[in-house]
Structure formats: C-alpha cells, structure tokens
C-alpha cells in the first residue's frame, strides 16, 4: 500500500502562484508515475499533469501548459505542483495520484492511478 497526503492548498488572487506537495508513504517506490488531478464542484475529475519516475518526462494539461510545472524529490518521496498565474477556473481539489504499473509510461487516465491523496483545495478569487 501507497499513502499520499497533499498540503499547500489555499485561498489565492488570481494571478497568484500556488506550490502542492504530495508526500508517499508506506510501500513507496521510485518506479511510479505520479500524476496531479483536480475535481471542481459538480465536475468530473480531470487530468492535470503527470510525471516519469525519474522526472525527465512531463505531461499537461492544455488548460495548465505554461503556467504549472510538476516536479519531484525521489530522496524525499515528494511529488509538487508549481501553479503560476493561477485563474479562477483553477478552483477545485486537487488529488495527487501514483501508478503503480511496471512501466515508466505516462496517462491521463484517471483509472490507471490506483492510488490517491484525499485532495487538498485551491480556491482562486478574482
């Protein structure tokens, strides 16, 4: 079993940056694609972004490229979300996620993930 605990949710202007932190504990592995999801009220859970296991390999979301860099610390067991200029419509909770599968490929499929955070909240105003 994997345990993922987000932090650095909050209340932001928009225009503002925002870090999220995902901390693994429990049967961790270095071999997981770690990917970020964000839910908004009366939505279905999207993709965001999404790393390789060693961090050379991103992925986005249209709605983030340019603005949210994801990145992780294998020595710290720690995947983070960088949010620049952040917009109202980023306003959801945001899960983080581990793929557990042998492949260092990365997915936008929500249900690939097989582990995930309980989310913390990004509220943008405007």
């Known amino acids: 079993q994997v345990q993922l605990v987000e932090s650095g949710g909050g209340l932001v202007q928009a225009g503002g940056p925002l870090r999220l932190s995902c901390a693994a504990s429990?049967?961790?592995?270095?071999?997981?694609?770690m990917g970020w999801f964000r839910q908004a009220p009366g939505k279905e859970r999207e993709f965001v972004a999404a790393?390789?296991?060693?961090?050379?390999?991103?992925d986005y979301a249209d709605s983030v490229k340019g603005r949210f860099t994801i990145s992780r610390d294998n020595a710290k067991n720690t995947v983070y979300l960088q949010m620049n200029s952040l917009k109202p419509e980023d306003t959801a909770v945001y899960y983080c996620?581990?793929?557990?599968?042998?492949?260092?490929?990365?997915?936008?499929?929500?249900?690939?993930?097989?582990?995930w955070g309980q989310g913390t909240q990004v509220t943008v105003s405007s």
């Open positions: 790393i390789s296991w060693g961090g050379g390999t991103t």
């Open positions: 429990g049967r961790t592995s270095t071999r997981n694609v």
């Open positions: 996620a581990a793929d557990s599968r042998p492949f260092n490929i990365l997915t936008r499929h929500r249900g690939l993930y097989d582990y």
